[in-house]
């Protein structure tokens, strides 16, 4: 869980020159939240590029998670749990009386920390998705969805002998590429990781951040980690949070070379963390 906020002593910095020249699909604006009665992320205002991998870095409990999972209304099944703000995916208020939560999870789709193949084979879990939202009206169409999604996760040539195996029978590098392949199989506009290769090898992490710089060609990605070498690797643009607060956002290579904040400096040489 989030630790409670107390203000930042400065006003977020926002270095997004380039930024700027490219469409933002997710816009996060004043956002506050809430666990019961301890804030967990304080007025945060940022706007995901499209197109792009946006990464959310900071120490444990600084929000980066939380605001993640405000892009697809995940804590929602938190009781305790308070979104106030705005956010909007593609101009559309994603809390707005008439969105089906479900179809908003299904334009924003999530990786999380650990693999969660479901306990089917490895055809039905990319299949899972389509089926229940009605995306394809034979099995042929449904045969070329599962092997197009496999393909975009890097996955087709190792599995596509045993597609009637459990997914939960591969190594957990190819469960990941599994969840991804579900994941990007509904067509999504943005794809949320949390940490998605916290749980990994160097070899099946090396693989997984190949894969993300792949897919950013066709989808949005934001992706919540704790390796600065990741975030430099795989993103184009990174926020920095610290105690629920948005520090500084801006391009990667601005970042890490030359931040404008002092705590940005001082979390990225290690002198918090």
Request: some cysteine; overall charge neutral; charged content about 20%.
């Amino acid at each position: 869980m989030d630790m409670q906020v107390s203000p930042a002593p400065m006003e977020a910095i926002v270095q997004m020159p380039d930024c700027s020249q490219k469409k933002p699909i997710l816009r996060a604006e004043n956002v506050d939240v809430f666990y019961g009665e301890k804030q967990a992320i304080l007025d945060i205002n940022l706007d995901v590029v499209e197109n792009a991998v946006t990464a959310l870095i900071g120490p444990s409990g600084c929000g980066k998670s939380t605001l993640l999972r405000c892009f697809n209304r995940m804590n929602d099944i938190i009781p305790s749990c308070r979104v106030e703000g705005s956010i909007t995916l593609a101009g559309q208020d994603i809390h707005a009386a008439n969105v089906d939560v479900v179809a908003l999870r299904q334009k924003v789709g999530m990786v999380f920390q650990k693999p969660n193949p479901f306990p089917k084979s490895i055809y039905d879990n990319v299949a899972y998705g389509p089926r229940i939202h009605g995306m394809t009206s034979s099995r042929a169409e449904l045969d070329a969805v599962v092997e197009k999604s496999l393909r975009r996760a890097g996955l087709w040539q190792e599995v596509k002998d045993r597609l009637t195996t459990p997914g939960t029978g591969l190594s957990g590098g190819q469960q990941q590429r599994l969840c991804i392949a579900r994941a990007i199989a509904v067509q999504p506009k943005v794809i949320l990781m949390d940490e998605p290769c916290s749980a990994l090898d160097p070899i099946a992490t090396a693989t997984i951040e190949e894969l993300i710089d792949e897919l950013r060609e066709r989808f949005t990605i934001v992706i919540v980690t704790h390796s600065m070498q990741q975030a430099t690797r795989v993103s184009q643009y990174t926020a920095f949070f610290h105690l629920g607060n948005l520090v500084e956002y801006g391009a990667t290579q601005n970042i890490f070379t030359a931040p404008k904040d002092e705590r940005t400096q001082n979390y990225i040489t290690g002198r918090i963390g």
